[in-house]
Structures are given as C-alpha cells and as structure tokens.
C-alpha cells in the first residue's frame, strides 16, 4: 500500500489490536503509525547495525502525508549514505540546549581555583557582562559575524582594551568548549583585535624627586627604599640627571 492522502483516510486499526504500523510500499520504512482512540502519526524507521531506530515525522492526516512522504525519502537516502538521522536529531536538540550563558557559568566555575580573585573578576565580567548579547545563543551555533558584531559594540560602548580583553576572554571559552566536545571550532580566531596606544609613561622630575624624598632612608635593612632607588638611578640617563646627588 503506498500511503497517500487517501489511503491514510481509509485506514484502519485491525480487530483486536491497540497499535499498528502500516508500512509504504515504495519507500522503505515510511509508515503510519494508527494507536486506539484515533491517535495517528508518520514515523520512518530503519535499522543502522544492530539496531532499530525510529524518528517521529509528526502528525497524520490526509494534509500532511505529501510533506511526510518527502521527508521520508530525504531520510531514506541519508540512511543508505550510512547515516543515523535519530541520533542527528537528538545531537541538534541538545546543540540548542546549551547556550552561551549557562556555558560561560560552568567555564568560569572551572576557573575559580586558578586565576587570582582580580583577575577572575575581569574574566567574569567580560563573559557575562560584555558578552550579555550572545548570551541567549546556541554555543555551537555562534559565528565568526556574532563575535565580531559582538566585539565592535564593546569598542564603541567600553573602549578598544576592554574589547581585545573580551575577545581574549571569549577565545579561552571557546577553546575549553572545543576541548570538551561542545563546539567544532574557535569562532574567535579570524576576528579582528583593536590597535591599543602605550601606557607607558616616564615620571617627571618633580614625581621623581619627590619619590626619592619619601621612600625612606634605607637604613636598619630597609632593602626596600634601596632597591627603588637603585631602579629610579639605573632607569635612564634622562631620569638621572633628574635626580638629586647622593652626596
């Protein structure tokens, strides 16, 4: 029997019977599945190796059956290339399942014990402040176009170091993701980083002459106030002309 739109509505469950399958004839594992009390569905069923595998194609009713009947072929030739479009389906539920937030909470739990209160505060709050806009978002399904989106807005709100620190900090999430099979790759890699200007800042001469006054006077072993002042003499010939004599 090939299930079409009239065959579905002809169909019935046999006597004494409280389920059945009613296979197609044309394409193999196509059926309906007929339950007592009028519960009707499309299934396709195969077998992969050693085992059974059944994948729920919704709904029966003369409407439906065309849709189902394409749907069953597509899967009937994924399964001839040795597929299993069972277990492809409940990887890509669970794939929606784990999105950015949860992940970011679970990796960041990982780090407590290993990065410095300060420095774990700052990578918290790259992934869970900065980062808020993927937070909603599949991990597995992030592109390279959300985290650049992602990383041109923290420019622009937060300045060009906090962005390069977010994307430094998302790389590290997603290379703990990879590790631990969740993603396929690092979504982070080709995305452009921020030139950042120098911090770097010589002190005047006044600053400089006013730190040589209060240090100390490095004596009863106070190594402290020599060794700031042995750096302040050996830190450049410009500095030290700066400086008062030891005299």
């Not at 193999?28 to 299934?43: A, E, H, Q, W, Y």
């Not at 959300?146 to 990383?151: E, F, G, P, S, T």
């Not at 982070?188 to 100390?216: C, Q």
Request: aromatic fraction near 6%; include cysteine.
């Amino acid at each position: 029997m090939k299930l079409t739109a009239s065959t579905v509505r002809a169909a019935e469950l046999g006597p004494g019977k409280s389920e059945a399958i009613l296979f197609d004839a044309e394409i193999p594992g196509f059926g309906l599945r007929i339950r007592t009390g009028g519960s009707r569905s499309f299934v396709y069923q195969y077998k992969l190796g050693t085992k059974q595998r059944r994948v729920a194609l919704g709904v029966a009713t003369p409407e439906t059956a065309a849709e189902a009947r394409k749907t069953a072929a597509k899967l009937h030739a994924r399964v001839k290339l040795g597929q299993d479009p069972a277990s492809d389906k409940v990887e890509a539920r669970r794939q929606v399942s784990e999105t950015f937030g949860p992940s970011a909470e679970e990796f960041l739990d990982t780090l407590r014990d290993r990065y410095r209160p300060k420095s774990f505060v700052e990578i918290q709050r790259h992934l869970l402040l900065h980062a808020k806009p993927l937070h909603h978002l599949p991990v597995a399904r992030i592109t390279l176009r959300d985290v650049a989106d992602l990383i041109s807005s923290v420019t622009k709100r937060s300045g060009a170091i906090t962005a390069n620190r977010t994307r430094s900090s998302l790389s590290v999430l997603f290379s703990w993701l990879i590790q631990n099979g969740r993603v396929p790759a690092n979504p982070v890699v080709n995305t452009g980083k921020n030139r950042e200007k120098s911090r770097a800042r010589v002190l005047s001469p006044a600053e400089l002459k006013l730190v040589w006054a209060n240090v100390g006077n490095g004596g009863d072993g106070d190594q402290y106030a020599s060794i700031i002042r042995l750096l302040m003499l050996t830190g450049g010939a410009g500095q030290r002309d700066c400086l008062p004599t030891l005299e």
